[in-house]
């Protein structure tokens, strides 16, 4: 870092991806749970509950989405980011990544009602959603756009899942794991608008290591879900 007048300069866009990219190590791939959940070491009523507590995550993400198009001036970006909320809630012709969900939980064994219903969502994983969804609708649309940017990771989250679930857990019909291979076509494109804003945006130094933060909390929600399923079904607690 060369500092003059104690103001260290901004890094270089290549510069900034790769400190962005280095934080793909707090990715919650790396979370023992995660870790248990992707190689075969959880039942089915474990596997039952990760994914009735994903769902108020997936439920929230048009919430957050909306949020950052109320807090965002420019028509251009509203045009780009809209496409996101419509991924997830559906048309009426694709039904979307919620209903994708779903049957996600329908193939994991649960009923409509068990998902839907939000019973099972542990209350640290819906602390750790809406303190996610908060950031969202209280921060600088940039900032939020920002956070987004875990999905530098996710490509290699939902490629573990589709490879190792048909192998470790066969019982779950393979048509549930469709919300995963949608996300792999629907990623690229995400990222790339995401990461293209947040090279333009934050230009300072220091705003260019507020955006590491920002993705850092961002690694940390997802990383505390992992926590809570973790302790509740290691402690057994109900
Ligand atoms: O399915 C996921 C998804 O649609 C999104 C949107 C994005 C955002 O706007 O914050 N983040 C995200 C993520 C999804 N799946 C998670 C997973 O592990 O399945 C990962 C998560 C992310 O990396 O932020």
């Known amino acids: 870092m060369i500092v003059n007048n104690s103001v260290s300069a901004p890094w270089s866009k290549e510069e900034f991806t790769k400190q962005l990219l280095a934080l793909g190590k707090y990715y919650h791939i790396h979370h023992p749970y995660n870790k248990a959940l992707n190689s075969g070491l959880l039942n089915q009523q474990q596997i039952q509950e990760w994914v009735a507590n994903r769902f108020y995550y997936q439920i929230m993400i048009p919430i957050k989405d909306a949020a950052i198009i109320s807090n965002c001036p ?28 779903v049957q996600l939980g ?19 994983v819906k602390f750790a959603v809406d303190a996610y969804v908060n950031f969202c609708k209280s921060s600088p649309w940039q900032e939020a756009v920002c956070a987004s940017l875990t999905e530098l990771f996710a490509p290699e989250i939902h490629k573990e899942r589709l490879s190792n679930w ?23 494109r995400d990222v790339d608008f995401a990461l293209y804003n947040t090279l333009e945006y934050f230009k300072t130094r220091a705003a260019q290591e507020r955006a590491i933060e920002i993705v850092l909390f961002k690694c940390q929600v997802l990383w505390s879900l992992s926590d809570q399923m973790y302790l509740s079904q290691l402690s057994g607690s109900k």
Do not use: M
């Not at 048909?166 to 919300?179: R, S």
């Open 74 to 101: 420019d028509r251009e970006v509203r045009r780009q980011w809209i496409h996101r909320i419509i991924d997830h809630d559906g048309t009426k012709n694709d039904e979307g990544g919620i209903e994708a969900w």
């Open 106 to 124: 329908l193939a994991c064994g649960l009923s409509r009602d068990a998902i839907t219903s939000l019973t099972k969502v542990l209350p640290g």
């Open 166 to 188: 048909p192998e470790h857990y066969p019982w779950i019909d393979q048509k549930g794991l469709q919300y995963f291979r949608n996300r792999l076509a629907e990623v690229p």
